[in-house]
């Protein structure tokens, strides 16, 4: 592989501004890997831009393993060295919720409670997990019964119990999120809908002003229950399988038709509020660029004297129309920052018109890197027959 010999620096030159002034977010999967397999070229691209020292952070709707450990999988699988300040998974922006911190949150999805450990990790200190409810009371979802022995071992007591006839004194959640796929919809379903039906999100009470047709949204959510967030809108994703799997949307399109089976939905004007990060979501695509601008800091302030200068532009590189172009084309920077989306045949899109634009179409990630490259040779004096001596990337030149 061409990562293995030493590649020739591109020029950037007097003439042109000495550190560039763009930079890239790549998706991960069905752009870098799919499932377990780097997908060609990825190693090479990425390493390629560290050689040239062109910032990059990856941006992913994937999630469920604490940003460490995530890391370590992809430095391991792609061989290139990477770290947790380039890396935003679909819940690493909820570490920016303070206002949690301190109160009794339910964290939904993801292997055993490793979403749990992740939120912790983030500084929420009272974390619930659907698996601790079910085991201190398996009454509350009869039809998993059977999966007790794989929820007892990572089990925890819970803070508080619930205490039909004290709900003073009962278990009372604060916010609920869903940090990656539920595995278990139906147990997680239901406790999500107890809380959103509750007085305040105490466990095992019903609010009594549900379904008042007086009160704003037929009385629904009007009494004190907590925020529902979810991580990653992505109804499909790119798996091992030759067809797309359902991903977080699926579980959040489920959730939503019980909510309107249960309250009349959207023809009785009933909403279920609720919060979405994640690509395309704009809270996302903050936090992402406001993690390049660190990493560029740190990269850049050693290499200029004075302020390390503003990022003009990002290439957004993605397989998926719905999140990363979406995304990509929608967001306005506060910053002023122009995100343009590149759209790789490596995963979710193959064929056919896109249901979201990208600025252009590529075969796989290294030539989307060059795609790029190719926008900025003329300020950069970016000689691009140098890039060409990276085996098995189809270049023009
Ligand atoms: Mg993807």
């Not at 071992?153 to 959640?173: E, G, Y």
């Not at 095992?204 to 009494?223: C, E, F, V, W």
């Not at 704009?282 to 302030?301: D, G, P, V, W």
């Not at 140098?386 to 189809?394: E, T």
Request: proline share 9%; with cysteine; aromatic share 12%.
């Amino acid at each position: 592989m061409a990562a293995c010999r030493p590649l020739q620096r591109l020029s950037f030159s007097t003439a042109s501004p000495k550190i560039p002034d763009f930079a890239f977010a790549f998706d991960i999967d069905g752009v870098l890997v799919r499932s377990n397999d780097p997908l060609p070229n990825a190693p090479d691209a990425l390493s390629f831009l560290q050689h040239q020292r062109i910032p990059f952070i990856l941006l992913t709707n994937g999630g469920g393993k604490p940003e460490e450990e995530r890391v370590a999988d992809l430095t391991a699988k792609l061989k290139v060295p990477l770290d947790t300040t380039m890396f935003v998974q679909s819940h690493t922006p909820f570490a920016d919720l303070d206002q949690y911190k301190d109160k009794t949150i339910l964290v939904c999805g993801g292997d055993g409670d490793k979403c749990r450990y992740v939120a912790e990790k983030y500084g929420f200190k009272s974390v619930v997990i659907p698996g601790d409810i079910f085991c201190a009371y398996p009454e509350i979802w009869p039809f998993s019964t059977q999966f007790l022995p794989y929820y007892q071992p990572f089990a925890r007591p819970l803070p508080k119990p619930i205490l039909q006839d004290s709900p003073s004194d009962s278990l009372k959640i604060d916010a609920i999120f869903v940090y990656n796929d539920p595995r278990d919809w139906g147990l997680d379903a239901t406790i999500i809908l107890d809380i959103l039906l509750s007085h305040k999100g105490i466990l095992g009470t019903m609010s009594p002003r549900n379904g008042d047709i007086k009160a704003p949204n037929h009385g629904y959510l009007q009494d004190g229950q907590p925020p529902l967030f979810y991580s990653n809108p992505d109804l499909w994703w790119a798996a091992k399988y030759h067809l797309p799997r359902l991903g977080q949307g699926g579980f959040r399109e489920a959730m939503e038709g019980l909510w309107t089976a249960v309250t009349g939905g959207p023809e009785r004007n009933v909403e279920l509020y609720k919060t979405l990060i994640g690509k395309p979501y704009r809270m996302t695509y903050e936090f992402a660029e406001r993690r390049l601008n660190s990493h560029r800091k740190h990269l850049f302030s050693n290499q200029i004297d004075g302020e390390v200068p503003p990022l003009q532009k990002v290439y957004m590189v993605g397989d998926n129309p719905e999140s990363d172009i979406r995304g990509a084309n929608s967001y306005k920077s506060p910053l002023g920052t122009t995100w343009e989306s590149i759209l790789v045949r490596t995963g979710v899109y193959q064929n056919g018109e896109p249901a979201w634009s990208p600025k252009t179409i590529q075969p796989g990630v290294w030539e989307a890197v060059k795609w790029a490259l190719d926008q900025n040779k003329a300020r950069y004096e970016l000689d691009l027959r140098k890039i060409l001596s990276i085996p098995g990337a189809k270049m023009s030149q």
